[in-house]
């Protein structure tokens, strides 16, 4: 599916289903439903080369295969399933739009060097990637938002290159890891900081943090609050010295 100029629109709650590559234009723009867009190809592309890329809505990759993508891309929510994988295949930004549950992960996806941002405008669930299927960047927030609310890891969650808060205009983001383990830093060319700006909070009532820099000096904390629970710097068996630099006040409730 090509899509030149124009929008294609999908009203209501029509689904699509497509074996096949999607590619926008600069000039094209898809106006999403309350469907499903699934990907049920093998080794196809996923690519939108407008300045802003269009929200396709309900994302399923679910072809047995494959699907990469081509550039940056957006959706307010996406299933991985079994058997399935999603390859972020450089430099790009996946952005989940929807609140609630916006990322399930049964299959795998290939971080690369990729940034995974959610920009759910209220309570919205952080998918639970980790070992072979984890995040590179993970961001939160939407600077636009105006509400009080809570990103919460459904589970343990390990990103190879860095941690951000983003503060809305108004309002508090809280990334809540409940009772689960965080795991940052570790990429070829990884900060390892978590960033907690103004308006933003960082907690964790169980679990450890554990963080590593293989480039530089990293930053923790910062404006916001920040609260750990148990808090680590690398591993005694890594023979490396690591540096952070506190962005700001660091808790660690253990």
């Known amino acids: 599916l090509t ?12 689904n699509i289903t497509l074996a ?5 234009a600069t000039n094209g723009n898809y106006t999403k439903g309350s469907g499903t867009f699934t990907f049920d190809g093998t080794s ?3 690519t939108d080369n ?9 994302v399923v990759i679910d072809g047995g295969g494959t699907i990469s993508l081509g550039s940056s891309v957006k ?4 299933n991985i399933t079994g058997s399935d994988t999603l390859n972020a295949a450089g430099t790009y930004t996946l952005t989940l739009s929807g609140s609630g549950t916006a990322l399930t992960n049964s299959g795998t996806f290939t971080c690369s060097t990729s ?4 920009e759910g405008a209220s309570a919205t669930t952080v998918g639970a990637l980790n070992s072979a299927s984890h995040y590179y ?3 939160v927030g939407l600077s636009t938002d105006t509400g009080t609310f809570s990103y919460t890891a459904a589970g343990e969650i390990e990103a190879s290159g860095s941690v951000t808060l983003i503060a809305g205009s108004s309002g508090v983001h809280t990334l809540d890891m409940s009772t689960y383990n965080l795991s940052v830093g570790g990429g070829a060319a990884s900060t390892g900081g978590i960033a907690v700006p103004a308006r933003t909070v960082f907690t964790q009532t169980s679990g450890t943090t554990k963080v590593y820099s293989s480039s530089g000096t990293a930053t923790l904390g910062g404006a916001g609050t920040t609260k ?4 680590q710097i690398g591993n005694t068996s890594d023979g490396a010295t690591y540096t952070f630099n506190l962005g700001g006040d660091v808790g660690d409730s253990n």
């Open 75 to 78: 959706a307010t929510s996406l």
């Open 44 to 46: 196809k592309t996923w």
């Open 228 to 231: 750990f629970y148990d808090f």
């Open 50 to 58: 407008r300045a802003a890329p269009a929200d396709i809505g309900a």
């Open 115 to 118: 940034t995974v941002t959610y």
């Open 20 to 24: 096949g590559n999607l590619s926008l």
């Open 137 to 139: 960047n993970l961001i």
């Open 3 to 14: 899509i030149d100029a124009g929008t294609l629109v999908n009203s209501g709650t029509k």
